[in-house]
């Protein structure tokens, strides 16, 4: 009997839990021009992108604990529209686009959510997020005080938001969300829309608050933002970023940490050092809320990568790697550089602007001092190629080139940033972050999944060239490559047959001239093909192509392999000149 008391009991403490909110106790989110405000106090935020389509639902748990453990608060992630809406009215919450597991993970990690919902994302994503279905809709033009833009954009913002709500997903549900994104950049084209652009915005940032998400609204690299949406910054520096009213903080919703790949581009690299610089100095002039775009970059899968140029890979150089390991020494001097923000956490929330000292000519302290004795300061110099000795508070400090010194306690220097593993050691799993090297991470240390998902036998198929399909037709022009293909493939094959007769090839003898394929425009990839022969091959955005070729007497078939490389519209237009 006692037993089967117990077990009641047990039940019935689980379901008040959940009725008190999933995963934390609910609280309220508001700003003042200093912070974000969680459940009444002042926060310095760090945030980490991950885009959850970029990674496997299996991969979700360790790349969430992993920020975790590098000393994240929040995970961002943009939504996306054309994966979650493939046709018109039919949703996909499922496998890579199970939105609402992963921010269930989030929060089950005790860690905070920032959706960007956009809905036009860019992200390097396949058309920006937008479906393609979105182009066939009558009278529509994107991103504009447009009627039918505005209602499917609405209709989709809305879902989003009521079914975040309806999983109790909300921090006043004791859900982990905590900020929402409407639009994405939107500032850098308004001015192109003319005055119809400024109209989609404010209706825009007004239909988001009119949703009653109970969260704040940001909407990034966007000066004229109305006063209730708060407007953010996005590039690799942002200390110095004022927002339009000193109602609100200082949020930088994209820190580029590193940069998508190109076809053909190097893989780009930022040094470790100057992204610890842009954090610490971003928070030494008064920022509170920093965002790494990305902390995880991650993989296009199948057809996402967006065009006209964006490889498979979105690794973004980000400190953790594609394939979900620590990439390091970034995530470690990161963890550190959190650690030691976390430790001014209280001078910083305390003060609502620092006390200035210019230490040298291009050396300067901000210190956050309060109640008397209490105190944190920031340390700089931003001379690139020489180490200064400054005095502070009576005491002398050596501030390597391009560097900031966190001093917590206004003495003692927790943190530089140019200084590489030379903090405290700090044991994370299965990999000492005191053993820093300039080499890359350790795989051999770290197996987080089980990769047998690869097929381990590669398979090739030859293909016919031309219009083979039960899906070819005829049609005399050149077709929006679009328009036909709906994006269910990147590839239109074109094919036509021409009679060339004694006269023609007479003639080319006679004025010593030779047939010759003129492709007025094109974008992004054609192939050429004459009678199944391999000619050529032409990439770029709108360029002309003229190819030589061979062709006989009699007829003569001429094959093109239109291709998108992301998603872009193809126009094609073909003149044959003898
Ligand atoms: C959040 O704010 C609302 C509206 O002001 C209030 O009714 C509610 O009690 C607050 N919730 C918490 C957890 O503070
Ligand atoms: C400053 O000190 C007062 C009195 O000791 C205390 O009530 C207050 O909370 C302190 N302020 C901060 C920001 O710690
Ligand atoms: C489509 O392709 C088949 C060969 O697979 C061909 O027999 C047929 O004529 C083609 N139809 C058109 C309209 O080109
Ligand atoms: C797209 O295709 C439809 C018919 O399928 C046609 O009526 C329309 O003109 C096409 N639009 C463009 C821009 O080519």
Same mark, same amino acid.
């Given at each position: 009997?006692?037993?089967?008391?117990?077990?009641?009991?047990?039940?019935?403490?689980?379901?008040?839990?959940?009725?008190?909110?999933?995963?934390?106790?609910?609280?309220?989110?508001?700003?003042?021009?200093?912070?974000?405000?969680?459940?009444?106090?002042?926060?310095?935020?760090?945030?980490?992108?991950?885009?959850?389509?970029?990674?496997?639902?299996?991969?979700?748990?360790?790349?969430?604990?992993?920020?975790?453990?590098?000393?994240?608060?929040?995970?961002?992630?943009?939504?996306?529209?054309?994966?979650?809406?493939?046709?018109?009215?039919?949703?996909?919450?499922?496998?890579?686009?199970?939105?609402?597991?992963?921010?269930?993970?989030?929060?089950?990690?005790?860690?905070?959510?920032?959706?960007?919902?956009?809905?036009?994302?860019?992200?390097?994503?396949?058309?920006?997020?937008?479906?393609?279905?979105?182009?066939?809709?009558?009278?529509?033009?994107?991103?504009?005080?447009?009627?039918?833009?505005?209602?499917?954009?609405?209709?989709?913002?809305?879902?989003?938001?009521?079914?975040?709500?309806?999983?109790?997903?909300?921090?006043?549900?004791?859900?982990?969300?905590?900020?929402?994104?409407?639009?994405?950049?939107?500032?850098?084209?308004?001015?192109?829309?003319?005055?119809?652009?400024?109209?989609?915005?404010?209706?825009?940032?007004?239909?988001?608050?009119?949703?009653?998400?109970?969260?704040?609204?940001?909407?990034?690299?966007?000066?004229?933002? %109305?006063?209730?949406?708060?407007?953010?910054?996005?590039?690799?520096?942002?200390?110095?970023?004022?927002?339009?009213?000193?109602?609100?903080?200082?949020?930088?919703?994209?820190?580029?940490?590193?940069?998508?790949?190109?076809?053909?581009?190097?893989? %780009?690299?930022?040094?470790?050092?100057?992204?610890?610089?842009?954090?610490?100095?971003?928070?030494?002039?008064?920022?509170?809320?920093?965002?790494?775009?990305?902390?995880?970059?991650?993989?296009?899968?199948?057809?996402?990568?967006?065009?006209?140029?964006?490889?498979?890979?979105?690794?973004?150089?980000?400190?953790?790697?594609?394939?979900?390991?620590?990439?390091?020494?970034?995530?470690?001097?990161?963890?550190?550089?959190?650690? !030691?923000?976390?430790?001014?956490? %209280?001078?910083?929330?305390?003060?609502?602007? %620092?006390?200035?000292?210019?230490?040298?000519?291009?050396?300067?302290?901000?210190?956050?001092?309060?109640?008397?004795?209490?105190?944190?300061?920031?340390?700089?110099?931003?001379?690139?190629?020489?180490?200064?000795?400054?005095?502070?508070?009576?005491?002398?400090?050596?501030?390597?080139?391009?560097?900031?010194?966190?001093?917590?306690?206004?003495?003692?220097?927790?943190?530089?940033?140019?200084?590489?593993?030379?903090?405290?050691?700090?044991?994370?799993?299965?990999?000492?972050?005191?053993?820093?090297?300039?080499?890359?991470?350790?795989?051999?240390?770290?197996?987080?999944?089980?990769?047998?998902?690869?097929?381990?036998?590669?398979?090739?198929?030859?293909?016919?060239?031309? !219009?083979?399909?039960?899906?070819?037709?005829?049609?005399?022009?050149?077709?929006?490559?679009?328009?036909?293909?709906?994006?269910?493939?990147?590839?239109?094959?074109?094919?036509?047959?021409?009679?060339?007769?004694?006269?023609?090839?007479?003639?080319?003898?006679?004025?010593?001239?030779?047939?010759?394929?003129?492709?007025?425009?094109?974008?992004?990839?054609?192939?050429?093909?004459?009678?199944?022969?391999?000619?050529?091959?032409?990439?770029?955005?709108?360029?002309?192509?003229?190819?030589?070729?061979?062709?006989?007497?009699?007829?003569?078939?001429?094959?093109?392999?239109?291709?998108?490389?992301?998603?872009?519209?193809?126009?094609?237009?073909?003149?044959?000149?003898?």
């Amino acid at each position: 009997m006692g037993i089967k008391f117990q077990w009641v009991c047990l039940v019935l403490t689980v379901q008040a839990l959940i009725v008190a909110g999933e995963f934390f106790k609910p609280f309220n989110v508001s700003y003042d021009g200093r912070a974000i405000i969680i459940d009444g106090k002042r926060r310095m935020l760090i945030s980490g992108g991950i885009h959850y389509p970029r990674a496997t639902p299996e991969m979700w748990s360790d790349l969430i604990s992993k920020s975790k453990e590098g000393g994240v608060d929040v995970i961002e992630t943009y939504v996306f529209w054309n994966g979650h809406e493939p046709v018109r009215g039919q949703y996909n919450f499922e496998g890579r686009y199970n939105i609402v597991k992963f921010v269930k993970q989030v929060g089950s990690s005790g860690l905070y959510l920032f959706l960007r919902i956009g809905p036009y994302v860019c992200a390097e994503w396949n058309f920006g997020g937008f479906p393609v279905w979105l182009r066939d809709i009558p009278g529509i033009e994107f991103r504009t005080d447009n009627i039918p833009f505005k209602e499917e954009m609405q209709r989709f913002v809305k879902k989003i938001v009521a079914l975040m709500r309806e999983e109790s997903l909300f921090s006043w549900q004791g859900g982990p969300i905590i900020m929402l994104q409407i639009e994405n950049e939107y500032g850098n084209i308004e001015s192109s829309y003319g005055p119809k652009g400024k109209a989609y915005m404010r209706w825009a940032a007004k239909m988001a608050v009119g949703l009653d998400a109970g969260v704040p609204w940001v909407m990034c690299k966007q000066t004229d933002a %109305p006063e209730y949406i708060i407007d953010t910054c996005n590039r690799y520096y942002c200390d110095g970023f004022k927002p339009n009213s000193k109602k609100k903080p200082i949020v930088w919703t994209e820190h580029w940490d590193g940069w998508y790949t190109n076809w053909g581009d190097r893989v %780009p690299h930022r040094p470790t050092e100057d992204i610890a610089f842009a954090v610490a100095r971003f928070f030494q002039r008064g920022g509170s809320f920093q965002n790494y775009y990305m902390y995880f970059g991650g993989t296009n899968f199948g057809r996402t990568a967006g065009g006209p140029n964006i490889i498979t890979s979105y690794d973004y150089d980000a400190p953790i790697d594609e394939y979900g390991l620590l990439r390091q020494p970034k995530w470690g001097h990161l963890k550190d550089l959190h650690a !030691a923000i976390k430790l001014c956490e %209280p001078a910083l929330v305390a003060v609502n602007s %620092p006390h200035y000292i210019k230490l040298g000519p291009q050396q300067e302290a901000h210190v956050y001092s309060y109640n008397g004795s209490k105190c944190s300061a920031f340390l700089a110099n931003i001379d690139e190629h020489n180490s200064a000795t400054v005095k502070f508070r009576n005491q002398a400090y050596i501030l390597p080139p391009w560097s900031v010194s966190i001093l917590p306690d206004c003495r003692t220097t927790a943190f530089n940033t140019a200084k590489i593993g030379v903090q405290t050691s700090i044991k994370t799993t299965g990999l000492d972050v005191a053993s820093y090297s300039n080499d890359p991470a350790p795989l051999k240390l770290m197996a987080p999944y089980e990769v047998d998902y690869i097929s381990k036998t590669w398979k090739f198929l030859r293909e016919p060239i031309g !219009a083979w399909s039960d899906s070819n037709f005829t049609y005399q022009g050149i077709l929006e490559h679009l328009n036909v293909t709906k994006d269910h493939s990147d590839y239109l094959w074109y094919s036509t047959r021409i009679y060339i007769s004694d006269e023609d090839i007479s003639y080319w003898e006679e004025n010593q001239a030779s047939p010759v394929l003129t492709i007025d425009s094109m974008r992004d990839f054609v192939c050429i093909f004459v009678n199944g022969q391999f000619k050529g091959s032409a990439k770029g955005k709108w360029i002309k192509v003229v190819e030589p070729v061979d062709l006989i007497q009699g007829h003569n078939d001429i094959t093109l392999l239109s291709q998108t490389v992301g998603l872009q519209v193809i126009y094609l237009v073909l003149f044959f000149c003898g």
